[in-house]
């Protein structure tokens, strides 16, 4: 076992492979791993890493792999139908487990995990990308800033970039179900886009809407603030239209409408291309209030999300490697703080 290595389940898609390729400039050796041999040999082959074919579904093949790593990036969404065979596997070969997800249903599962990650000595880290390094570090450091807060607001608006087919096929798997916010503690479905406002990202002000993001399950556990809601930027015409989606849920919701957006994903490009990725950012804003009322937002720019889950993901997997990590399941902030952000590259504070 290499004490650089890990295994990069998923290297074969968008993300995966942005992993791969950003993996040597932190001095990291994946081996390659994902389900299609015609599909990670090639990778493999440009990059010199070895590879390994392994079904997720294939307890004897993926228990085999992670025997040989301390750590696995796990980047095969959508995570509601692969984290928990990853997962049950890594507590019986002590793998310590990280993965790019955002879907806040999968955080809850996860997080039972944690008393049996705590005894295998292992850290279950989910969100180990744009979802949700980011806003984790906002929600902590505004937590720093007014330790009695009982509100917090988090928003991100992404300037110039694109789409790729694991995040298209994620949202369209969530079509018709709504929104999501915490309130006193607990998580409360709600309309999508029930509420939108104009927010001062620095920059400039942009119009955004709530949405289900993943900070309403992880600002939660670090931070302990009990309402928590997500914005993203849009603009705010499309605000209005997708106000009215509530009457097409039931519309939303047949796989047959869903079939069709998927087949016109797989007819555009994998994702942005390398220029419009280094051309694109992320702008992120927080807001805390307690209940005297008062206030404190910050705000910070930094890499376009695929650039940065990139990043983030094997920065968090070398400082495993080094034996840096807490049991159990964690948030990226939780383990290592509101600063973690500014260790990834084109993140600017004001």
């Known amino acids: 076992m290499q004490s650089n290595s890990f295994l990069l389940y998923g290297a074969n898609g ?9 993996a040597g400039e932190y001095g990291l050796q994946p081996i390659l791993a994902g389900r299609r041999e015609e599909a990670i ?25 992670l025997q040989q790593v301390k750590v696995v990036i796990h980047a095969a969404g959508p995570f509601a139908d692969t984290a928990k065979q990853m997962i049950d596997i890594c507590l019986q070969t002590g793998t310590h487990y990280l993965d790019i997800n955002g879907d806040i249903s999968v955080f809850e599962m996860i997080k039972r995990y944690d008393a049996a990650a705590k005894e295998k000595n292992v850290m279950l880290l989910p ?7 980011p ?20 928003a991100f608006a992404s300037i110039g970039g694109g789409v790729s087919h694991g995040t298209a096929m994620t949202i369209v798997s969530k079509l018709g179900s709504g929104g999501t916010v915490r309130e ?15 927010v001062d990202f620095g920059e400039k002000k942009l119009f955004v809407m709530s949405i289900p993001w993943g900070d309403v399950s992880t600002a939660y556990f670090t931070t302990g603030i009990p309402n928590i809601e997500s914005y993203t930027s849009v603009k705010p015409g499309i605000y209005k239209m997708i106000k009215l989606q509530g009457l097409f849920n039931w519309l939303l919701r047949m796989e047959w409408i869903k079939n069709i957006i998927r087949k016109k994903i797989k ?17 992120i804003w927080g807001e805390v209030r307690n209940d005297k009322g008062e206030k ?55």
């Not at 968008?14 to 950003?22: F, M, N, P, R």
């Not at 390398?274 to 702008?283: G, H, I, V, Y």
């Open 14 to 22: 968008y993300t995966g492979s942005l992993i791969a390729k950003y």
């Open 135 to 154: 806003t984790d570090c906002m929600a902590l450091h505004l937590k720093n800033k007014l330790p009695d807060a009982t509100h917090l607001k988090l």
């Open 184 to 198: 006193n503690g607990k998580i409360i479905p709600q309309p999508l886009a029930k509420k939108g406002m104009w």
């Open 296 to 350: 404190i937002s910050h705000h910070f720019t930094c890499a376009d999300g695929y650039t940065l889950t990139a990043l983030s993901s094997l920065i968090i997997a070398k400082k495993i490697l080094e034996g840096n990590f807490k049991t159990g399941y964690q948030t990226p902030a939780s383990c290592y703080g509101e600063e973690l952000v500014k260790e990834i590259p084109g993140t600017a504070h004001n």
């Open 267 to 283: 007819s555009r490009p994998a994702g942005p291309d390398d220029k419009m990725r280094s051309n694109a950012k992320s702008l």
């Open 127 to 133: 969100g180990a990308g744009f979802d949700v390094v």
């Open 41 to 65: 040999r090639p990778l493999a082959e440009e990059l010199k890493f070895p590879f390994k074919i392994i079904d997720i579904n294939n307890t004897e093949q993926l228990k085999a792999a």
